[in-house]
């Protein structure tokens, strides 16, 4: 008897979550590298306008700076999960190879490939 290969449903439907989460977790750190650069853009229009002193500027560029590493590292970090989780899903896909059957009224045949 034939058998077709079939999908590990479970597996995969948790490795789709996984990248799903990985996927919304980026964003969320993209809003968060925005707002901590959008924070120091309006310290520096303060700056300008003589609201704050030059090394309080200066402590705030390098808070901002630690925090954007850190946010970017997270980043990466988030992009490389989510690239082997991908890898994994396709993996898993690309192993359901297509077989050609057929029926006749012997039984049930699967075609070989040709080399």
Excluded: H, P
């Excluded at 977790?25 to 704050?52: C, H, N, T």
């Excluded at 390098?62 to 890898?87: F, G, Q, V």
């Amino acid at each position: 008897m034939v058998e077709i290969k079939k999908v590990d449903n479970v597996k995969l439907s948790s490795l789709i979550r996984e990248f799903n989460f990985l996927a919304e977790l980026i964003r969320a750190r993209q809003d968060e590298k925005q707002a901590v650069l959008d924070d120091f853009d309006s310290e520096s229009k303060r700056y300008f306008f003589g609201k704050v002193s030059k090394n309080t500027l200066k402590s705030s560029a390098s808070k901002t700076n630690k925090e954007i590493s850190r946010l970017d590292k997270d980043i990466k970090k988030c992009i490389s999960k989510a690239k082997k989780i991908s890898n994994e899903s396709m993996k898993m896909i690309l192993n359901q190879t297509y077989k050609k059957v057929s029926a006749t009224e012997k039984g049930i045949f699967v075609a070989s490939r040709k080399k």
